[in-house]
């Protein structure tokens, strides 16, 4: 019974080999990409979620993540880096703790869609403590004013702006500074309305508002 099964087997083993290539291929013909499953890796932004209140994020060492998902090969090829979100959640963050692992778990896909793999695999993040102070408004006067006048007073509104960001980037004589107010060549009173400058930018200015104006009093001498 052996012999003749081993027989069976390798008689005419290259036709059998042939046919079961046509079939391989017949199959990858005409099966529906409904029905074939691959994978496809997209970069995607890595968004930071649920910072603690008390905290700052300093630095973030990872923007983008390649994000590997498995899906149809119909829908695979539908899938842009807009169906995708990864995101970290940094409720339980702590001060100290510098790196946080990058998973499949924190990626957001369509239906039917699986996230497998997310490379790197880790990412450092930095959070400082916050702080909050305010700051004194102060105008940037430019130029001179028309012979025979001079600058009597000036005033600037708001004088005072709160401001919050990490804890190291503060300084202890820091003010916040206005666009230029040009006065060349005025005779007269001038009001203008500009931006109030940061002195960093890890720094950023709480509520409104976000400008400032600056009236300038100019009299005879």
């Known amino acids: 019974m052996k012999p ?12 059998k080999l042939l046919a079961f290539g046509l079939a391989v291929i017949l199959w990858i013909t005409l099966v529906p990409k409904e029905k074939t499953f691959g ?18 994020l300093v630095e973030k060492s990872v923007s983008v993540v390649d994000v590997t998902v498995q899906a149809t090969n119909r829908l695979l090829s539908q899938i842009t880096t807009n169906d995708l979100t990864a995101v970290l959640d940094l409720k339980n963050a702590l001060v100290g703790q510098d790196d946080y692992a990058l998973d499949a778990s924190m990626v957001v896909v369509p239906p039917n869609v699986k996230a497998v793999r997310v490379f790197p695999p880790k990412a450092r993040i930095k959070l400082e403590q916050a702080n909050e102070t305010e ?40 003010t916040l500074r206005t666009g230029p107010v040009d006065v060349t060549g005025l005779a007269a ?16 200015i709480l509520g409104k508002p976000a ?6 009093t100019i009299s005879k001498k």
């Open 135 to 174: 700051m004194e408004v102060v105008p940037a006067i430019q130029g001179t004013v028309k012979s025979g006048f001079r600058i009597e007073s000036f005033e600037v509104a708001p004088s005072r702006v709160r401001v919050r960001g990490p804890a190291s980037k503060f300084r202890p004589r820091d």
């Open 39 to 56: 994978e496809r890796t997209l970069a995607v932004s890595l968004e930071t979620r649920n910072i603690p209140p008390t905290m700052e």
């Open 211 to 216: 400008k400032a104006r600056v009236r300038v």
């Open 189 to 204: 009173p001038v009001e203008v309305e500009t931006d109030i400058l940061l002195p960093r930018p890890d720094l950023r």
């Open 4 to 15: 003749m099964l081993k027989d069976l087997l390798t008689r005419n083993w290259s036709l």
